[in-house]
Nanobody
């Protein structure tokens, strides 16, 4: 059983930066794909970024390419989402997720989820 806990959310002005962290317990990230999703009120959960366990390949949603970076530190069992040049439309609850197999852009690919952390970007 894998437990995921997000941190680092908060309020930031447009153009600012935040770094989200996801820590794990119960199982190392070393053999799990990891991802970030986000969900704004009244909208479906949206793919943001994923990083594979083998090879470390990353995929980012078009809406965040050039602004966000996903990374991992397997020794610390942590996954990060560095968010730069934030826009009001980035406002959402951000969720960390982990997959036993391949991490796709679809929420159904993921076996474990964190509780979410709120990111609010003011204009």
């Amino acid at each position: 059983q894998v437990q995921l806990v997000e941190s680092g959310g908060g309020l930031v002005q447009a153009g600012g930066s935040l770094r989200l962290s996801c820590s794990t317990s119960g199982r190392t990230f070393s053999r799990l794909a990891a991802a970030w999703f986000r969900q704004a009120p009244g909208k479906e959960r949206e793919f943001v970024a994923t990083i594979q366990w083998f090879g470390g390949g990353t995929t980012l949603a078009d809406s965040v390419k050039g602004r966000f970076t996903i990374s991992r530190d397997n020794a610390k069992n942590e996954v990060y989402l560095q968010m730069n040049s934030l826009k009001p439309e980035d406002t959402a609850v951000y969720y960390c997720a982990a997959a036993i197999g391949y991490g796709s852009k679809f929420p159904s690919s993921y076996n474990y989820w964190g509780q979410g952390t709120q990111v609010t970007v003011s204009s």
